[in-house]
């Protein structure tokens, strides 16, 4: 049971539900309005994996390596998760690619780094893909299934698969001791995991098919705002309950 989070309040309400919380780099997209998460930073993921590390208590905490952070040597890689886990203290990191990158998670298991792999649609190579489209169907499939036993055999704890069919999430799923954690990959894989405001509405401008929506938060949003705005021109806000008087302050209630 894994979510996303980018926030302290988020964090809260996440970690009581969830098993697993990720500091994504969609944080670049969903709360930067970045087109891509080719433009996300280190600085970026340290500083939300401190504000939800702050709000977690009980989920495993896990943070994305991003674009450019890792890529070039698994000494960089190594340089860099260890940064976020130091200064965020998430227990483990997440890394895209799986026969390329096998080589990299090795070096970090082997220097107790905890490595989350993330295979099929990888968000970070949108440039060479051409687009978010759909991977590993049909033949292309053993290719995907290479990259899932690659990133096994190199150590990691877990795999997220994203935007691959359905038989294939099943043969991945079966053919691999670790668990598979599923974004658009059906429930044959072990776990789940969506951005959180994807399934809370609250990220708008486009929504891939495996989003569910399980509020309308942007549309709420804009009633309050809507409210306020109406209210404040109307000069019905701030009300009598609002204001303060000038009177000596009564006894401490703590609510002033
Ligand atoms: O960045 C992210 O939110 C992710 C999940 C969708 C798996 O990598
Ligand atoms: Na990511």
């Known amino acids: 049971m894994c979510l996303t989070a980018y926030s302290t309040p988020i964090a809260k309400l996440v970690d009581k539900h969830c098993d697993l919380v990720l500091v994504g780099d969609s944080v670049g997209m969903v709360v930067h309005g970045l087109p891509s998460t080719v433009g996300v930073t280190m600085d970026m993921m340290v500083m939300h994996g401190q504000a939800v590390r702050r709000g977690v208590k009980n989920a495993l905490l896990l943070v994305d390596l991003p674009f450019g952070s890792y890529e070039e040597s ?5 340089r860099n998760a260890a940064r976020l886990m130091a200064e965020t203290g ?3 990191v997440k890394l895209e690619g799986g026969v390329h990158m096998a080589d990299t998670i090795a070096y970090l298991t082997a220097r107790s780094i905890p490595v989350v792999g993330h295979i099929g649609l990888t968000p970070q190579a949108v440039n060479s893909f051409g687009g978010y489209k759909v991977q590993g169907r049909g033949a292309h499939g053993e290719k995907v299934l290479a990259d899932a036993k690659a990133v096994a055999d190199a150590g990691a704890f877990a795999v997220v698969l994203e935007k691959v069919p359905e038989v294939l999430a099943k043969r991945i799923t079966m053919a691999i001791d670790i668990p598979t954690i599923g974004i658009g990959a059906s429930s044959s894989c072990d776990g789940q995991i969506l951005v959180i405001d994807d399934m809370l509405g609250m990220f708008t401008d486009f929504a891939p098919k ?6 309308e938060l942007a549309h ?12 404040v021109r109307a000069r019905t806000f701030p ?3 609002h204001v303060y008087s000038d009177a000596p302050k009564p006894a401490p209630t703590g609510t002033e």
């Not at 495996?210 to 509020?215: E, L, T």
Request: net charge negative; hydrophobic share 40%.
């Open 239 to 241: 009300g009598p309950e």
């Open 220 to 231: 709420e949003a804009d009633s309050a705002i809507e409210g306020y705005a109406k209210d």
């Open 74 to 78: 698994p000494e960089q890689a190594f």
């Open 90 to 92: 998430a227990s483990a």
């Open 210 to 215: 495996f989003a569910k929506r399980y509020a």
